[in-house]
């Protein structure tokens, strides 16, 4: 038997493979689907089902093209009712995969459709529990995600169920079982995730504030619904995709991997309306972008941004990124239901300056710089653009808090003929930021490079304590 996490960073997903004796499931996939398929084959392992947890929010499934692709059946628990072929699995029930079991467990409570599979290795001796967003490690999946599409159901009645599924159907399980589940720290599918990705159940009984012995249902709700952010605002999105189907991959790919030279990249931005996404490293693109354009880096939390600060999940786009890496900017940004890529600009920002096109820029400068302005003019305006919380723990005695999260919110309280510094945590975040104030057309913002991090380092600044939140009311 074979059981093997597949844990993608930007996104804090885990997916898995699980083999024996010739038949392997995948559990809770990622849309490209061709490296599951390559897994399998190298084994010499058929796909046998393709199992999930639930109706994903922070990403779309790559159910339908492993299906298409395999002829794997595809297993939903209770309650689920997609727009396609699937195999509904009843709280109980047993699949065998070769030589061992995966028995169906409902566990309501983060969706309604939510299951957890548990696994039995070839004596019988059940080893694993693929708890998807019902159990996380630290955590348990936020009770107010399903009722974006629902709007009967409360995050009030959803914690309940999560709390009999886990008092009833969770914790007697033996502790020695693994539990795998879909998500770690990063993700916004919960709030207290641990950075580690698997865990004994047992421990997890010990440390997992959502599972003391002690605790009363009316305790439970309060706790799992106190703290919560907003969620992403493509997540309801990602559901409908998710039950209600979506394009193949490959059609995504292919409608996003379309070369344009400087002019046709220029052609087709005027003519379409797209929006051009730089995905290059913040300091590059401050250098010189294409006027207009907004930078969300490909090497930070990529996918989830984009879903954050871009509304339209059919928006039309075209991407500008270092040579090489288009397949892989398409790749993500398809994982969070983005499929409108329409082209890429070959050769990147070199060609297009290369074309004697114009290019804009963004003042960035160091911390010890910023010092020495502050020093100068004591009222020189700060924001810091991290989210509250982090504001809250830490900040420049004399900056302002504008929240990338909110950042239409941001443009009313700024000044267009002022000019303001601009910092996060460490630099990632910033540049989005300015990049998107920028080509509304705020030309004042300048760029703290390395952000508060680096801010620190200088010992040059006056920082605040810790303030709570209860006396700013």
């Known amino acids: 038997m074979t059981v093997e996490q597949i844990y993608t960073g930007c996104l804090a997903q885990g997916a898995y493979y699980i083999e024996s004796d010739g038949e392997a499931v995948i559990i809770d996939p990622l849309r490209e689907v061709d490296p599951y398929i390559e897994k399998a084959k190298q084994n010499n ?19 339908l093209d492993l299906s298409k692709k395999t002829g794997a059946q595809i297993v939903y628990g209770p309650n689920a009712k997609p727009d396609f072929d699937f195999h509904a699995a ?51 999946g936020r009770p107010d995600l399903a009722q974006k599409v629902k709007s009967e159901l409360t995050q009030e009645i959803l914690a309940g169920h999560l709390y009999d599924s886990l008092r009833n159907k969770i914790m007697p399980l033996s502790d020695d079982i693994i ?17 580690e990705t698997t865990d004994t159940l047992g421990n997890q009984k010990k440390t997992n504030y959502a599972l003391r012995m002690d605790m009363t249902k ?11 952010m907003p969620p992403p605002s493509y997540f309801p999105l990602n559901v409908m995709m998710n039950i209600h189907g979506y394009d193949s991959i490959d059609t995504v790919l292919e409608r996003g991997l379309r070369a344009l030279s400087a002019n046709e990249f220029e052609v087709a931005a005027n003519e379409t309306g797209a929006l051009m996404l730089d995905v290059r490293n913040a300091q ?33 786009i075209l991407i500008i990124a270092e040579p090489g890496t288009e397949e892989e900017v398409v790749t993500r940004l398809s ?24 290019v804009d820029n963004i003042k960035s400068i160091t911390p010890d710089s910023l010092a020495d302005i502050l020093s100068a003019q004591p009222d020189a305006e700060v924001l810091d653009v ?57 030309n004042n913002l300048i760029d703290v490079s390395g952000g508060f991090k680096a801010i620190k380092e200088t010992n040059r600044f006056a920082v605040t304590d810790y303030v709570c939140p209860s006396t700013l009311l």
């Not at 599979?117 to 019902?134: A, I, M, W």
């Open 179 to 195: 539990v795998y589940p879909a998500h770690g720290a990063g993700s916004a599918c919960g709030k207290n995730m641990s950075k």
């Open 335 to 358: 994982r969070v239901g983005y499929d409108y890529v329409i082209g890429y600009l070959n050769g990147g920002i070199e060609a297009w300056k290369k074309a004697g096109k114009e």
């Open 45 to 63: 392992a058929k796909i046998k089902y393709v199992l999930e947890t639930h109706f994903h929010a922070d990403f779309v499934s790559g159910h």
């Open 386 to 442: 991290r989210k509250k919380s982090e504001f809250l723990s830490e900040h420049i005695v004399t900056a302002e808090n504008a929240p990338l999260d909110n950042v239409n919110d941001a443009m009313s309280m700024i000044d267009k003929n002022k000019t303001y510094y601009v910092h996060c945590a460490g630099g990632y975040r910033s540049m989005i930021f300015t990049s998107i104030l920028r080509a509304r057309g705020f």
């Open 284 to 316: 590059d693109f401050a250098a010189a972008f294409i006027p207009n354009s907004i930078n969300i880096g490909l090497q930070g939390s990529f996918a989830p941004w984009v879903g954050s600060l871009i509304p339209d999940i059919k928006q039309e």
């Open 90 to 140: 009843k709280d109980g029930e047993v699949l065998q995969v070769g030589k061992v079991n995966i028995k169906v467990i409902h566990t309501p409570g983060h969706t309604m459709e939510s299951t957890c599979y548990l696994l039995s290795d070839e004596n019988g001796k059940e080893v694993g529990l693929f708890s998807g967003d019902t159990l996380f490690i630290g955590d348990v």
């Open 218 to 228: 009316a305790e439970f709700i309060k706790e799992v619904t106190t703290g919560l």
